[in-house]
């Protein structure tokens, strides 16, 4: 539901604000939350203004504490290296006057926090910019590292769990609550055929051979904040799924995201393929930071992360068009399809590469 610009004004007045702000604009292109830019009557970005997809995010409380949490833990590791710039390294949620760290407006929950000067992201990286961003995120887990366990809760339960997503997948083409299982049975097929080559992290798990760490669980290019003038990494962003879970998801992620030569929902499937360089400079910088944690079976496993990551894409877009498009925003009726299949391209892609990707990895074994 769109909220007119007095509206968002009571939301923004329930937050301890030090600025004079009158409105609120679309910033990104997440598809879950909301995501604003809050200005002052020259223009000039304050804060930035999200709502919470409660649907999604069902336990609102929880989420705002790991968040609160992990900016708290991160914030007094960079103050122990004595690093400088702090409040553009790590995100400042705002108190609600109440000293809350949302508010819940009788329909939707929101949160502010401040916007980084002099920052921007980026939807295409090149591997320049991939290497930062792998040590960004290696960084970010290794700083999370020493969070006793049970510390942070699973905002989404069994997120990235192939073998849950495996059961909601099996669940929509056996339902077919919206009538499009025929018209995807190929790609059914396909799913169905790598099903039991991609759930290896929940067999290791079982067997006591993998554990659990914490995660991003969201490593898209677009999710890393880099200084506008010098290109370096500044922060990681979007906390919201920073969960334990297992090691593959931000190495994945990342190289489905950047190293995809083609966006996410191509049309044009000759665009979409892997490019290696990026998927070489992210695994470098990534193992700069996370070498000194990840075990061999993890460090051995990190090229699957991109196929396992991609291959679960594609089985949740397919599960949401099964569906009927009941999860992730849509701006075409057949924008999951759309994604679905792009995403099942660069899988294609990557398992091409596979081979290619493990020898590279022998440097670290
Ligand atoms: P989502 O992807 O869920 O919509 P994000 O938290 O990733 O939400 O924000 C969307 C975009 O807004 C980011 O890619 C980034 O460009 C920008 N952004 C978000 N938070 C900040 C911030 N605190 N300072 C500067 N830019 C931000
Ligand atoms: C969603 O909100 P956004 O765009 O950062 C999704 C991720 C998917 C991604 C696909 C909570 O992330 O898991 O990988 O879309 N987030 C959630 O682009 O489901
Ligand atoms: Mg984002």
């Known amino acids: 539901m769109a909220k ?27 598809h879950i939350n909301d995501t604003l830019k809050v ?33 708290t833990h991160i914030r007094k590791k960079l103050e122990a290296r004595g690093e400088a710039d702090i409040d553009r390294k790590v995100l400042t949620f705002l108190p609600t006057r109440d000293g809350k760290n949302y508010y819940f407006d009788g329909d939707s929950y929101w949160r502010v926090s401040l916007f980084i000067p002099r920052s921007k992201s980026y ?42 997503r495996l059961r909601q997948f ?24 790598r099903a039991e080559a991609m ?25 890393i904040l880099f200084d506008a003038d010098s290109d370096k990494v500044l922060c990681v962003i979007d906390l919201d799924t920073v969960m334990p879970g297992f090691v593959l998801s931000d190495i994945g992620d990342f190289i489905r995201t950047g190293a995809n030569t083609g966006a996410e929902d191509d049309e044009n499937l000759d665009r ?7 998927f070489e400079a992210y695994t470098k910088g990534y193992m700069e930071k996370a070498k000194a944690f990840l075990t061999p079976t993890e460090i051995q496993l990190l090229p699957y ?18 569906n009927g498009d009941t999860y992730y925003k849509i701006h075409s009726p057949k924008h999951n399809l759309v994604r679905t299949k792009a995403q099942f391209k660069l899988l294609q892609s990557l398992e091409e590469r596979a081979e290619e990707m493990d020898r590279f990895m022998e440097q670290w074994l």
Do not use: W
């Open 305 to 322: 992360g991109g196929r396992l990551l991609t291959y679960m894409q594609t089985v949740r877009f397919l599960t949401d068009y099964l």
């Open 272 to 278: 979409v393929g892997v490019n290696m360089e990026i």
């Open 39 to 71: 200005i002052d009557e020259q223009g000039k970005i304050h804060y930035v203004l999200q709502r919470v997809n409660h649907q999604i995010f069902t336990n609102v409380d929880m989420l705002q504490r790991n968040i609160e949490i992990v900016t």
């Open 170 to 193: 099996q669940e929509a083409v056996t339902t077919d609550p919206a009538g499009r299982a025929e018209e995807v049975k190929p790609l059914i097929e396909e799913i169905d055929r």
């Open 199 to 223: 759930c290896v992290q929940e067999r290791l798990y079982r067997a006591g051979k993998l554990r659990k760490r914490v995660n991003h669980c969201d490593t898209k290019a677009n999710n």
């Open 4 to 30: 007119t610009n007095e509206q968002i004004r009571n939301i923004l007045a329930q937050f301890q604000l030090s600025e004079k702000v009158i409105a609120a604009e679309p910033f990104g292109n997440g």
């Open 123 to 164: 939807e295409e990286v090149t591997p320049e910019l991939s290497f930062e961003a792998g040590r960004a995120f290696g960084d970010f887990q290794t700083m999370l590292s020493d969070l006793p366990e049970g510390t942070l809760g699973e905002t989404i339960p069994d997120f990235h769990n192939m073998e849950f």
